[in-house]
């Protein structure tokens, strides 16, 4: 059996069909089809990680669906990709009760732990050797969905394990989580399936990024991310989460009228095979089925090494005998299974005392109070400072000086705060006080009512003036080698270096005589900083530090001005035409460049030999490679980076995976499954490197 919920000829159907509905006016003959394409493209996308429709072409059938059905709203049904839209908010969320109590996991440390644990197994199945499903233990929150006759009839939360909140609105938020699925193939009526609802590292730092931008608190971790998310008021506000799902256990499961059991569902490894061939996001990739408690073991120890390559936080795995029959004859207790048990990876938390709060000032005036801890090894790293965001986030932790504290690093996040233990206190710890006024330059503080986060609002700040310096110069923006954070602090603080503008007419003359600023290191600079002045148009406005214009905007406003001084005149409206630019971000743009300091650093700047001309664009013009996609895989000779430049300079664009959205796949050593599915595909060109390079060249 195939895993696949879509055969290769189902999926070229299906995207055939798509192609043709872009191009014909829909009738309610297209109905059905309609669906099942869209359904499909979710499925693509948010299941198989690969998806095969461009974001412009699935919105116009989306919208060719929403109109027809709008027209004919008898035609409506549940499993429409247009019913995950939901109409207002939720109210509350009514108590419901499990079909089965969700029951917890016994927990397991080491290897010894392990053993016990297969020795119980063993003696209660009275089996001598026993098979496990070994899989991840995700770190999200836990979720019961419930389907009758083939439709996602409910979404619950764990609650107490007896009864959860009804998050059926907010479920359907979730992509991965299909509104229709043909269990009914297997006879089944009803079935109870439970998982793990997460929200992946790189989408938890996107969130975080979107909310201190907005000036708001950033969440804690993935896992109160994905629990806090889910329980949103508004569902339109749990879609821009981008949560995902991994389904990891049948709870219950009615079939129709006198049908017997079906063999799918005898084993767990089965159980999850075919919940993927259903559509289902499940652990089944990452589960590896097993004999004997050693390899085991081992699997749980190759897993925690690995743990930082996954996309997601996993903080352990699961251990389950896979047959069903032995399962049940082995039983559980009232808490937990006793043929199911987590291995828990080691803690990367730890206590440590808050010694003290500092408060740093940001390229943006943002007051950012900064943890001083007694250093404390967690995870691998020691860390003896750390943020604690803004005032409501000390305040919410109820964090006073003195106070025993509770340190998590998990993965790639940065480490965090996650409670202090107010029952430890001894009477000597001392309460936080924000400043009233900047740490820095002593102005007045000020706090939007609708934001979190104080700033200082004197552009001149120092704190302020060295930051911008320093984001100006660093690598993602003019690449100034060896003007780093410390060296710039040094040269303002010596009076060398006073504004952006001043990186170009440092005196090295007389910085000579400056300690620890050695010949060779004074000519290396002064290359960089000759070489900054022929950086890319983008990578300079990317420098210039306008509020919420990162490093893709930068590249997108780019593609549309042939000069700088084309923005000077730019209304909101229409930088509002342009991708990815919302009116927040067209007014942070307008408001820069109708200062009159910003002009004057322009001009400055561009009398220092800067580049303020895109030459980007004229070589778009030029005939290269505008609008075409590119990807590497495999080993190449050249270095990526260098590979993916030349593309971007040329006009073109870097994709993350194989889809029908992409042009060229270039390939080097040892390619794999991306160069499978290009194949597979049919509609990608495949260049080896040498190929590559003649297109570039041409
Ligand atoms: S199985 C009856 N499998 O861990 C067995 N649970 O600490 C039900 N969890 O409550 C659980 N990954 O929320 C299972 N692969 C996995 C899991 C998993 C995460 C959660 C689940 C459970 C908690 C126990």
């Known amino acids: 059996m195939t895993n696949m919920m879509y055969s290769a000829s189902q999926q070229s159907e299906l995207l055939a069909g798509a192609k043709q509905l872009l191009h014909i006016e829909v009738t309610p003959e297209h109905l059905a089809q309609l669906k099942d394409i869209l359904n499909f493209a979710d499925w693509t996308y948010y299941v198989n990680d690969n998806p095969v429709l461009a974001d412009s072409e699935y919105d116009a059938l989306f919208k060719k669906l929403k109109v027809l059905e709008q027209h004919h709203p008898s035609l409506i049904t549940p499993d429409s990709p247009t019913q995950r839209i939901a109409k207002g908010l939720n109210k509350d969320f009514p108590s419901v009760a499990h079909l089965v109590p969700m029951l ?14 297969d020795r119980k197994c063993r003696e209660l199945s009275g089996q001598e050797d026993i098979e496990y499903c070994v899989e991840p233990k995700f770190d999200g929150a836990s979720i019961s969905l419930i389907y009758e006759n083939d439709l996602l009839f409910r979404g619950a939360t764990r609650g107490d394990g007896v009864q959860g909140d009804d998050i059926t609105n907010n479920t359907k938020q979730i992509r991965s989580v299909p509104l229709m699925a043909s269990l009914s193939k297997y006879h089944i009526r009803q079935i109870e399936i439970r998982g793990e609802v997460l929200i992946n590292k790189k989408s938890f730092t996107q969130n975080n990024e979107k909310l201190v ?41 009615t079939l129709n009228e006198n049908e017997s059991y079906p063999d799918e569902f005898r084993t767990h490894y089965d159980t999850l095979k075919t919940l993927e061939s259903l559509g289902f996001k499940t652990s089944f990739s990452n589960t590896r089925l097993i004999h004997g408690i050693a390899k085991v073991i081992d699997t749980c120890l190759e897993f925690e090494n690995k743990r930082d390559e996954l996309p997601y936080e996993i903080d352990g795995m699961v251990i389950k005998v896979n047959r069903m029959d032995l399962q049940d004859k082995i039983g559980q207790t009232s808490h937990h299974p006793r043929w199911a048990i987590a291995f828990k990876f080691k803690a990367r938390q730890a206590t440590s005392k808050l010694l003290n709060v500092e408060y740093q000032v940001g390229r943006t005036g943002s007051v950012t109070p900064v943890a001083k801890i007694e250093p404390v090894y967690v995870g691998g790293v020691t860390i003896s400072s750390l943020s604690l965001f803004n005032q409501d986030v000390v305040k919410e932790k109820n964090l006073m000086l003195g106070d025993t504290v509770l340190i998590e690093r998990a993965g790639d996040v940065i480490p965090y705060v996650v409670k202090s233990f107010p029952e430890l206190r001894d009477g000597s710890e001392q309460v936080i006080d924000f400043p009233t006024h900047c740490p820095v330059c002593h102005e007045a503080l000020y706090k939007p009512a609708e934001e979190a986060v104080w700033r200082c609002t004197n552009i001149n700040c120092e704190a302020q003036v060295i930051e911008k310096i320093a984001h100006f110069a660093s690598k993602d923006a003019m690449d100034i080698r060896g003007l780093g954070d410390a060296l710039v602090r040094k040269f303002f603080e010596q009076g060398y270096l006073k504004s952006i503008a001043g990186i170009y007419s440092l005196p090295f003359e007389e910085m000579k005589t400056m300690e620890g600023f050695g010949e060779k290191s004074m000519t290396n600079l002064m290359e960089a900083i000759e070489k900054s002045k022929t950086q890319a148009l983008n990578r300079l406005l990317f420098g210039l530090g306008i509020r919420y214009v990162g490093e893709t905007t930068a590249k997108t406003l780019t593609r549309h001005i042939s000069h700088i001084a084309d923005l000077y005149s730019m209304s909101i409206e229409q930088l509002c035409t342009f991708e990815d630019v919302g009116i927040k971000v067209a007014g942070s743009i307008v408001d820069f460049f109708s200062h009159p300091d910003n002009r004057q650093l322009i001009a400055e700047l561009e009398a220092c030999g800067l580049n303020f001309r895109n030459e980007l664009k004229q070589e ?22 260098d590979a993916e430049a030349m593309v971007e300079a040329k006009g073109g664009n870097i994709l993350g995976s194989v889809s029908s959205k992409l042009n060229y796949l270039v390939v080097g050593d040892d390619a794999g499954s991306k160069l499978e599915k290009a194949k597979k595909l049919g509609t990608i060109n495949i260049l080896t490197e040498e190929e590559f390079m003649t297109l570039i060249e041409s």
């Open 104 to 117: 917890s996991l016994e927990n397991s440390y080491d290897a010894e732990d392990l053993l016990d644990w």
């Open 213 to 253: 931008a907005d000036g708001l608190a950033p969440l804690a971790n993935p896992r109160n991310a994905a629990s806090g998310s889910l329980r949103m008021k508004d569902p339109n506000e749990v879609a821009k989460r981008g949560l995902d799902s991994f389904l990891y256990h049948v709870s219950n499961l």
């Open 620 to 641: 778009i013009v030029s005939g290269g490679l505008a609008g075409k996609t590119f990807l590497f895989t495999g080993t190449l000779t050249m270095k990526r980076s």
